[in-house]
């Protein structure tokens, strides 16, 4: 009955609380590291990342709490670009206090490269901007080069 301990310790790991912080749930599997990265939050947050979990909603799904940290608008936009069904809680004194689903906003600046190899952006130190011109599925127009980088080419700055 391996699957049922299976389950059982995830299901811990999912109800492992923090007191104070922000909890990003239904991140599509292998993401959540990605996304942590992105954030800017592994340096010095206590952070736990659950990936694989098992969710009724979508089969597989990532998990990332930050302790002491609360997402804002900003950051749910970045998200929402790799996570467009990411779901945001944020935890003050153990109970949520505010729960939010991402949304990819209308202009993306800095986070994303242009798929585009000949662009500007990829060969000088210029932030890249990209206007959305359409958010499912994701397409992103480049300021610089009018380049269409699409979800599956999306590549996040280091
Ligand atoms: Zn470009």
Sequence with gaps: MTGLIDSASKKKLIVSPIE???????????????IAQMLGIMGDSVVIIGQNLKSTKFGRKDLIKVEGKFLGEPELNKIALLAPNATVNIVRDSVITDKRQ??????????????NTN????????????????K??????CSYCGYETKGEELKLKD
């Design 119 to 134: 662009c500007i952006t990829n060969k000088e130190n210029v932030p890249t901007r990209f206007l959305i011109a359409s």
């Design 20 to 34: 104070n912080g922000t909890v990003v749930d239904h991140l599509p599997p292998g993401t959540a590291v990605k």
């Design 102 to 115: 991402v949304a990819v906003p209308d202009c993306v600046e800095k986070v994303a490269l242009c798929a």
């Design 136 to 141: 499912s599925p994701l397409v992103m127009v």
